[in-house]
C-alpha cells in the first residue's frame, strides 16, 4: 500500500471538472476507486443513471457493525469572478483552492486518507469500512437514494465543509408559489379593478410577522426557521391594473417540521388575508423545487456518542452542531441511518468564485474520521 498524501490526491481530484450537469463523474470515482482498490478494499463503480455514477468501497474487518464514510463526486458550476483557474488547484497560504476544494472533494480526500490510515494502523479487528462517493448531490441527490437502495450500514459520516465540526442536524426547506388573485382594468379607470399588486404589500406585511414569530421556534442545533420572500412577479401591462402577483417564499424548516405542517400555516395566512381583502384571494399555486425536508440524528444515538468520544480522543472539540443547508444527511436518515455530518472547509466558500480548503483542516479531518470510525466499529452492536 502506498502512502496517501492529502493535499495530491486532493489536487487531482480537484482538476478532474465534475460540474454538475455535464462533467466527468466517472474520472473522480476512478482516481479514489485506485486509492482504494490499493488500500485493499473491493471497489465497485455503479453507472446508476446517465452522466452519473456512485463509487461504493468495502474494507471487511470481521463480522459488526457496516460505517460509511460519504461524500459527493459533483460539483458546481465554477461560475464566474475566480482570480485563477477554477480546475487547475493550487496550493497558496496552506490552502488548496479549486471549485470543490471544500465541497466535496476535501471530504473525499480526507475520507481516502481515513481509509489508508485504519489499514495501516491495523487495530481495526471487526466490522466493515463502507466507503462511498455519490453522484448528483448537488442537483438532485440521485446518487445517494440509488445508493441506499442496495446498500446496508448501520451508520454514517458524510463529508461536508462543517469547519471539522461534528453537526448531528440539518436544515431542509419547502418554497410555495403564492399567487394574489385581483381583477384587471384599465389604469385610468383602477376603480374598475383590483389591484394584485397593492394586495400583496399587505399579504407581505403578514408573512413578515410571521417570520417575526417563527424566531421563537428555537431549536438548540440549527437555530430557529426563517421566512424569506424571494421572488416577485406582477402586472401584465404599464397601462392596466395588475390582475395577478406571484411571490415565491423560501421557508427554511428546523428538525420536528414537517412539510404539511409548514403548508398549511401558509394556507391559514392565506385565507386570513383573503377574508380581510375581499374581492382579493391568494393561493399556493405551485411549490418550487427545494432541497427537500430537515432532518437529525438523536444526541443520545449510540452512533453520535461514539463519533463524539473518538473525536475527544484525538482532541478535537466534541460538541454537536447543525448545519443550516441541506445535504445527503436527509436521504440517509429518511432510511433510517443514524447519520452526523462533518468536514475540512468553511460553509462560506461553498459555491462562491476562489473556493479554497484549509491544509490543517484536511489533515484534521483526516484524523477525525478515523477516530470516530474505530470507535464506532468497536462499539456498536
Ligand atoms: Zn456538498
Redesign the pocket.
Known amino acids: 500500500m502506498t502512502p496517501l498524501d492529502t493535499v495530491s490526491l486532493l489536487q487531482r481530484l480537484v482538476a478532474l471538472d465534475s460540474t454538475n450537469p455535464g462533467g466527468d463523474e466517472a474520472a473522480v470515482a476512478g482516481v479514489l476507486a485506485e486509492v482504494l482498490a490499493d488500500a485493499g478494499a473491493e471497489v465497485e463503480v455503479i453507472p446508476y443513471a446517465e452522466g452519473h455514477v456512485n463509487l461504493v468501497a468495502e474494507l471487511r474487518f470481521g463480522p459488526g457493525p457496516r460505517v460509511m464514510l460519504n461524500?459527493?463526486l459533483d460539483v458546481v458550476p465554477a461560475g464566474a469572478g475566480w482570480s485563477a483557474n477554477a480546475f487547475a488547484p493550487e496550493v497558496r497560504e496552506g490552502r488548496v483552492y479549486g471549485r470543490g476544494s471544500a465541497?466535496?472533494k476535501g471530504s473525499l480526500a480526507a475520507m481516502a486518507g481515513a481509509v489508508v490510515d485504519i489499514v495501516a494502523a491495523g487495530e481495526v479487528t471487526r466490522g466493515t469500512v463502507v466507503f462511498t462517493a455519490v453522484g448528483d448531490?448537488?442537483v438532485g441527490s440521485t446518487g445517494a437514494r440509488a445508493l441506499v437502495e442496495n446498500l446496508e450500514v448501520d451508520a454514517c459520516i458524510v463529508g461536508?465543509?462543517t469547519g471539522v465540526q461534528l453537526l448531528a442536524a440539518h436544515k431542509g426547506s419547502l418554497r410555495p408559489v403564492i399567487e394574489v388573485i385581483g381583477r384587471g382594468a384599465h389604469a385610468a379607470a383602477p376603480h374598475n379593478g383590483v389591484n394584485a399588486i397593492s394586495g400583496a404589500a399587505d399579504l407581505l406585511d403578514r408573512l413578515a410577522r410571521h417570520a417575526d414569530m417563527l424566531g421563537d421556534r428555537l431549536h438548540p442545533l440549527t437555530g430557529a426557521p426563517t421566512l424569506t420572500p424571494v421572488l416577485i412577479e406582477g402586472g401584465q401591462a404599464p397601462n392596466a391594473v395588475p390582475e395577478r402577483c406571484l411571490i415565491t417564499v423560501d421557508r427554511r424548516m428546523v428538525p420536528g417540521e414537517t412539510a404539511e405542517q409548514v403548508r398549511a400555516e401558509f394556507e391559514r395566512i392565506l385565507d386570513d388575508f383573503s377574508r380581510d381583502n375581499a374581492p382579493l384571494t391568494a393561493r399556493i399555486a405551485a411549490l418550487a423545487p427545494s432541497t427537500g425536508g430537515p432532518s437529525e440524528t438523536p444526541a443520545d444515538d449510540p452512533f453520535v456518542l461514539a463519533c463524539r468520544l473518538g473525536l475527544s480522543a484525538i482532541g478535537e472539540a466534541d460538541d454537536i452542531g447543525g448545519l443550516v443547508v441541506n445535504?445527503d444527511m436527509t436521504t440517509f436518515r429518511g432510511a433510517g441511518i443514524p447519520t452526523v455530518v462533518l468536514g475540512p472547509g468553511e460553509l462560506g466558500v461553498?459555491h462562491a468564485a476562489d473556493e479554497y480548503v484549509p491544509i490543517d483542516q484536511l489533515e484534521r479531518a483526516r484524523r477525525a474520521y478515523r477516530a470516530m470510525v474505530e470507535r464506532a466499529l468497536r462499539e456498536l452492536p
Do not use: L, N
Request: with cysteine.
Open positions: 461524500s459527493h465541497d466535496a448531490e448537488e461536508e465543509p445535504c461553498m
